[in-house]
């Protein structure tokens, strides 16, 4: 039996968990974003085993591993596709030039094959829409060929994927329902100067709302709520509340991104290979980067509390500059400063119900959950993917409140029946933390830690498996465990009857 909180060693420090539940944590906190990077990133075509017709063998069983609650489709893409061109025998789909991105898709996944992909590995799919360009003109037209679309070709996706005996799909060969529950309406609509002012994007989000219903009145609609950047931003204060009062009674959800570089700008770090010269300060730098990403989400929600809607972060990753963005973050001491975005999200998860933290899959990019060689070997996971398959597997139904905790280390918690789940991670670079775990109230029966820890500056390159391998241990005698340098976990204790 694991003792309570009565008669600690005073040379221990606590961490006290009150188990009274505060909210609803929900399930989509560890979602990934899928996006054609074209000659920027092999992403969807390098995942593609055009051989064999289908998904790669291992792009599939890491993406298991992974364990992503859902999956969005699409990004700056959309707006200059359009979902025709991905349906039906793949043997007559065209390509299609990458507008932004460079080079050219084969459009060999489509509709049917994202949807496969998130069945294969029990991922809720996310589609965003072709939302008239964003009405960005730059992507409205393309060798001869309309790449923007409006609302009735959203509709008519929504039905595709939903309406049972789907004449279109059934004669492409599934009988059965998609059934894609989410739908995003504007992807960034805000950033680009040239694209929809904040009337146009709130009457026609509306617009697209009430015609994707009426093809299935269930579906889950989420539309774009962030200001745009520079000058255009600061026009835009109020870019949530325009969105809200104009078309709030279609949407579930109103998304932002939040793509930042965390470096110090008189004297940056983390670029480059600048990271490499200096690991206590790359440390410093990186275990810094949470209180970014907080103030962006606190700035989001005090936005959207007049109205009660959800908030839905769809895109999120450090932007830093480097070689294939950026070496930096192979690194296991980004995956604890991921470890700390994530909690962030835990904290404000009475708000935030759909997240991210790393880009999908890609065969160049730092900043992808999931790399993929080419032309072969398996496809491997990165740091912030390791953190994101622990706390993903590891975590309760609602948060509970952590009153008390050593200054070194970071913790949330969770609830779900007679079980508290902890996430921990020690910040301190090269010093262990010894503490014993209090449960506010209750007596722990037992417990286990599930601990990833490493040596920060170690670069995940895909020929190492082991070193962010999850260890197990069972929690040690009264309540006491100490928690390495620089680790990650997840600790797991069950409750005795109250």
């Known amino acids: 039996m694991l003792a ?10 606590a961490i006290e968990v009150d188990p009274l539940p505060l909210y609803p944590l929900s399930p989509y906190l560890y979602m990934q974003f899928m996006e054609p990077l074209g000659t920027t990133d092999g992403s969807v075509e390098a995942a593609w085993d055009h051989r064999r017709k289908d998904w790669r063998e291992d ?13 969005r489709w699409g990004g700056i893409f959309t707006n200059y596709y359009r979902w025709r061109e991905g349906v039906g025998p793949r043997e007559r789909r065209p390509f299609m030039r990458n507008l932004l991105w460079g080079g050219w898709e084969s459009n060999q996944v489509g509709t049917a094959e994202f949807v496969s992909l998130c069945r294969k590995v029990s991922a809720e799919p996310l589609i965003a829409v072709n939302f008239e360009s964003d009405g960005r003109r730059q992507f409205t037209e393309a060798d001869g060929s309309v790449r923007t679309a409006g609302a009735e070709e959203a509709a008519a996706w929504v039905a595709y994927c939903n309406q049972p005996n789907h004449p279109e799909r059934v004669a492409h060969g599934n009988p059965e329902p998609f059934n894609v529950r989410f739908w995003q309406i504007g992807n960034e609509t805000s950033y680009d100067p040239n694209g929809f002012d904040l009337a146009t994007a709130a009457r026609k989000t509306a617009e697209f709302a009430r015609a994707m219903r009426q093809a299935d009145p269930t579906i889950e609609l989420i539309g774009w709520g962030e200001d745009g950047g520079g000058l255009k931003g600061r026009l835009l204060a109020h870019w949530a509340k325009g969105m809200m009062e104009a078309a709030g009674e ?36 990186l275990m810094g980067a949470w209180r970014i990403h907080e103030d962006k989400i606190r700035r989001m929600r005090e936005r959207v509390r007049p109205y009660g809607v959800a908030l839905a972060m769809t895109e999120c990753h450090f932007a830093i500059p480097g070689r294939n963005r950026c070496e930096v973050l192979s690194t296991w001491a ?12 835990e904290r404000h998860g009475d708000v935030l119900k759909i997240a991210t933290a790393a880009d999908f899959c890609g065969s160049r990019w730092q900043v992808n959950a999931v790399m993929i060689p080419v032309p072969g070997g398996k496809s491997f ?7 994101m398959r622990l706390y993903r597997r590891y975590s309760g139904t609602e948060a509970v409140g952590v009153s008390r905790a050593p200054a070194d280390l970071d913790v949330t918690a969770s609830r779900g029946g007679e079980r508290l789940w902890l996430h921990v991670v020690n910040t301190n670079m090269r010093g262990a933390v010894r503490t014993r775990l209090i449960v506010t109230g209750r007596r722990i029966r037992s417990g286990r830690v599930l601990e990833i820890s490493a040596d920060p500056m170690f670069e995940e390159m895909g020929s190492e498996p082991d070193v962010l391998a999850v260890k197990e241990r069972q929690l040690g005698p009264q309540g006491e465990w100490t928690f390495p340098a620089a680790s990650v976990s997840a600790v797991e204790l069950e409750l005795a009857a109250a």
């Not at 793509?259 to 440390?283: G, I």
Request: charged letters at 20%; aromatic letters at 8%.
């Open 4 to 13: 309570t909180a009565c008669a600690r060693r005073p040379e221990v420090e």
């Open 59 to 71: 792009l599939v069983a890491v993406t298991r591993d992974l364990a992503p609650a859902m999956i």
């Open 250 to 285: 279609h949407l579930q959800y109103l998304a932002f991104h939040h793509m930042f570089n965390p470096d110090s700008r008189t004297r940056p770090v983390l670029a480059w290979n600048e990271f490499r010269k200096d690991p206590a300060r790359t440390w410093e730098q």
């Open 334 to 345: 980004a995956g604890v400063s991921y470890a700390r975005l994530l909690h962030v999200h």
């Open 381 to 387: 996971l990165m740091p912030v993917a390791h953190v």
